[in-house]
């Protein structure tokens, strides 16, 4: 029998989720509308670092694990440089409709979604979702079938990428494909049809983005002036919390 795991150990870093995180979200198949019984509930956040912080020798992490089991967090900067460079992961954390907590500064990074998106999605999630299908087929060609769930995420990740591109909106809830997508999970589906529907959406997302909604490049300047603003803020507060009464 596998022993449970522990929870994560106390410790600094996590001290920086617990007291400075900043939004939260779940994720994975809750979000996209895919959970079954005994589904994960997969949680991410952004965390603020200090600014007085980044003043030492030794800066604070870019990203912790934990405390919960199944949680993850990006430090505030690192989140941003991630979002502006269009990773998947990211931008759909951003628009998880499962918000579980967020502060006055989790509300501006949240305002600034938009600001993140362009046409780079078209580039980054292709990526992404090409990667993930050679594994599948090298699944096929070692074990004789793929491993049915990351087929059935994947087939939703390039109908997110496709009407992401179609309509310069990030929807995470599968809709109606619900069920159609838990039969792939559950290996009803031939993989020669599943590889068919896999070419399809790839052709479809090319053509979207040939006339795309999305701006070439996301808004960095935007971007930049809210970490600048946030850095700030932190710095003053840090100052006054230390100055003499």
């Not at 931008?91 to 989790?106: A, K, M």
Request: charged residues 30%.
């Amino acid at each position: 029998m596998q022993s449970p795991r522990r929870p994560k150990a106390p410790g600094p870093d996590l001290d920086l989720v617990r007291e400075h995180t900043v939004y939260a979200c779940v994720m994975g198949s809750r979000a996209f509308g895919l959970a079954t019984d005994g589904s994960d509930t997969d949680r991410r956040g952004v965390f603020l670092a200090p600014t007085p912080l980044f003043w030492r020798f030794e800066k604070p992490p870019t990203h912790v694990e934990g405390p919960a089991e199944e949680q993850f967090s990006w430090e505030l900067e690192r989140f941003c440089e991630l979002a502006l460079r269009a990773n998947p992961n990211i931008l759909e954390c951003l628009h998880s409709p499962l918000v579980e907590h967020v502060t006055d500064t989790g509300r501006e990074l949240l305002a600034l979604r938009d600001a993140f998106l362009s046409r780079r999605t078209h580039l980054t999630f292709a990526g992404y979702a090409h990667g993930q299908h050679k594994k599948l087929q090298d699944d096929v060609r070692l074990h004789g079938a793929p491993r049915w769930k990351h087929a059935m995420h994947l087939l939703r990740l390039l109908t997110s990428c496709r009407d992401l591109l179609r309509t310069g909106r990030l929807t995470l809830d599968v809709g109606d494909q619900r069920e159609p997508l838990l039969a792939v999970k559950r290996g009803e589906v031939p993989w020669s049809e599943i590889e068919s529907w896999m070419g399809r959406l790839t052709r479809e997302a090319d053509t979207a983005a040939t006339r795309s909604p999305l701006p070439a490049e996301p808004d960095r300047e935007r971007v930049a002036d809210f970490l600048f603003r946030v850095r700030r803020g932190s710095a003053l507060a840090q100052e006054s919390q230390s100055a003499p009464s």
